[in-house]
Antibody, heavy 121, light 104 residues
Framework: EVQLVESGGGLVKPGGSLRISCAAS????????MNWVRQAPGKGLEWVSY????????YYADSVKGRFTISRDNAKNSVYLQMNSLRVEDTALYYC??????????????WGQGSLVTVSS | EIVLTQSPGTLSLSPGERATLSCRAG???????LAWYQQKSGQAPRLLIY???SRATGIPDRFSGSGSGTDFTLTISTLEPEDFAVYYC?????FGQGTKVEIK
């Protein structure tokens, strides 16, 4: 059974930092491109970051560039998102998601249940 | 950056009816990149369609996708009670704003 389990969310003050994790199982993680997608309360989906299967290619949304860092550990079947200089507008449920292994597809077939990050003073 | 506009914002239908959801891109896109998701309240999104018309694993055949260029459509042929949800289209790293399909 495929599972993506996020952890590490919580309440943090503006300007603070947080690291969220996503543990994968049930598929070949090292052969999968991974993403983080967030959803602010009552709002739509916003792509945040991408990391290729080997970690060679990394991309960020403009809204988080320079503040967030994505990484992965294929030995631990895990992907991470280090979030620094957090803002109130970063408050959201953060999902990790696997990219469909079809060349260039860009669609996300496996999703976790999300990790809630709340930025508030 | 691609802009995706979904319409209508809300679709009010009864079980058994046909639902037609639209996703319009601000510029022509490769159909390979067009995906549709369903999201129910309190749940993660679920991939329905990728490559504009390919159903994801386990998706019932009442869901179908079509379109090319700038105009894409998700059709639910006969609405089941479990289909009332919010639907998003996506092209690579851009999502549309969503269409809510609600019970009339």
């Amino acid at each position: 059974e495929v599972q993506l389990v996020e952890s590490g969310g919580g309440l943090v003050k503006p300007g603070g930092s947080l690291r969220i994790s996503c543990a994968a199982s049930g598929f070949t993680f090292s052969a999968s491109n991974m993403n983080w997608v967030r959803q602010a309360p009552g709002k739509g989906l916003e792509w945040v970051s991408y990391i290729s299967m080997s970690g060679t290619y990394i991309y960020y949304a403009d809204s988080v560039k320079g503040r967030f860092t994505i990484s992965r550990d294929n030995a631990k079947n895990s992907v991470y998102l280090q979030m620094n200089s957090l803002r109130v507008e970063d408050t959201a449920l953060y999902y990790c998601a696997r990219e469909v292994p079809v060349a260039g597809s860009g669609a996300f077939d496996y999703w976790g249940q999300g990790s809630l990050v709340t930025v508030s003073s | 950056e691609i802009v995706l506009t979904q319409s209508p914002g809300t679709l009010s239908l009864s079980p058994g009816e046909r639902a037609t959801l639209s996703c319009r891109a601000g510029q022509s896109v490769n159909s390979l990149y067009l995906a549709w998701y369903q999201q129910k309240s309190g749940q993660a999104p679920r991939l329905l369609i990728y490559g504009a018309s390919s159903r994801a694993t386990g998706i019932p055949d009442r869901f179908s996708g079509s379109g090319s260029g700038t105009d894409f459509t998700l059709t639910i042929s006969t609405l089941e009670p479990e289909d009332f949800a919010v639907y998003y289209c996506q092209v690579r790293r851009t999502f549309g704003q969503g269409t809510k399909v609600e019970i009339k």
